[in-house]
Every structure is written in C-alpha cells, then in structure tokens.
C-alpha cells in the first residue's frame, strides 16, 4: 500500500537546538521526495525536493536525506529558531503525478 | 515573489449547498491540483488539470465534485451539494513543470470550508 509514515508525531525542542524527523514510505513508483513546511492555517511550503540518485540535500538550516533502499528519508534542523515551529511533512511522489503526503510531525521550538 | 491565491479564506455552508473556491495559480504555471486537509488528518490529493482537462482524480473527487477554468486566470473546485465531511481545508496549488523530477507545487494559503 502506497504510505509515508512520519516520527516524532510531535516534538518540542530548545531554541538553538538541533532535531532530526524521520519518514519511512512504501510508495511505488518512486518519483522524488519532498519535505514541506506548514505553517499552522497556511498551506504547505517546498523545503527540499530529492531524486532516487541524490542523497543529501541541503536548504540553509535544513538538510534531508535519502535512502532510497531501504525507503528512508530525513529532515535535519540545525540552530533551531522560533520560526521553526511548524509541522513538516514528507511527500512521495508517486509516478509522474500524485503526491503522498505524510501525516506530519508537529515541531514546537520552546524559548 | 508571485504566489497562488485563494478566495475565500473561510466559508460556512449548510449541509445541501453548493459552494465554489476559487483559486489564481502563479500566472505562467499550466498545472493546477486541488488537495484538502480535514482538521488534525494529513493533506489529500484531489484532482490535477491541465490543458482544460482532469488528468488524474482521487477516489474522493467523486461526481459532487468538479473543477473548472472559466477564464485565463481563474481555477475553481465546485462542490454541488455539501455534507459535513467536506468540512476541511482545500488548497489549490500550481506548477509550472510536470512529469520533471524537479517540479514544485506551490500551494495557497488555504480556503477553510466548514459545513453545517
């Protein structure tokens, strides 16, 4: 079945500190994989999008990684800042078209 | 930096109605989605469009639903008679590529539909 599981559900840090989430997927065919930033009551921003042959990727403070073997990817947060609290989801694309959205993990950066 | 816009914000319907979110995608993007995300779930694909046509549809984007472009910069989800479990946040999102392995959508900022 074509799913993208995310952990930590949720996960409040200090500011300044460094986190890592975590998405496993079983979607097939894979395209490329994507981590967003969503704000609560907005829509869903692009942080990072990866391809089967690329491996890390960074964004500033963000970097993802891809293990397309064992289906892993994950999102590293460095330095983090208020402005990170947010929910971050993975998306698979599957095939040329559909995306698979994760169902999120819910970062609280705590002053 | 151009964005996808969406109209309205909020929308409170009774259940039975017929509602229309409307959306203005980034003006030289030709691919257009709509997604909703019911409250505390994960986002759910819809619909894409492209050159005037649905190109791919979700088992939820049943016959109450239906998209359209009725000009050169409008793209609206119509749902013909609602229910509560519409109740949810739709967003409409745009690209400019499709079948790249680069192409990014980028999403507005969300119309919440709640059904009464």
């Known amino acids: 079945k074509n799913q993208v599981e995310q952990s930590p559900q949720s996960l409040i840090i200090l500011e300044g500190k460094n986190c890592t989430l975590q998405c496993n997927y079983t979607v097939s065919p894979f395209s490329n994989l994507r981590w967003y930033k969503q704000d609560t009551g907005r829509g869903p921003v692009s942080l990072t999008i990866?391809?089967?042959?690329?491996n890390t990727k960074s964004n500033g403070r963000y970097t993802a990684t891809l293990d397309a073997d064992t289906k892993q990817s994950s999102l590293h947060i460095t330095a983090s800042q208020l402005s990170d609290s947010a929910s971050y989801i993975c998306?698979?694309?599957?095939?040329?078209?559909?995306?698979?959205f994760g169902t999120g993990t819910r970062l609280l950066v705590s002053p | 930096e151009p964005e996808v816009t969406q109209t309205p914000s909020h929308q409170v319907t009774q259940m039975g109605q017929e509602v229309i979110l409307r959306c203005v995608p980034i003006?030289?993007?030709?691919?257009f989605y709509w997604y909703r995300q019911i409250l505390g779930q994960k986002v759910e694909f819809l619909v894409s469009f492209y050159n005037n046509e649905i190109s791919e549809k979700s088992e939820i984007f049943d016959d109450q639903f239906s998209v359209e472009r009725p000009d050169g910069s409008n793209f609206t989800l119509k749902i013909r008679s609602t229910k509560l479990e519409d109740s949810a946040m739709y967003f409409c999102a745009s690209s400019e590529k499709f079948g790249t392995q680069q192409e990014t959508q980028y999403f507005g900022p969300g119309t919440r539909l709640l059904v009464l």
């Open positions: 003006s030289n993007h030709l691919y």
């Open positions: 998306v698979v694309r599957k095939g040329f078209q559909k995306l698979v």
């Open positions: 990866m391809t089967f042959s690329e």
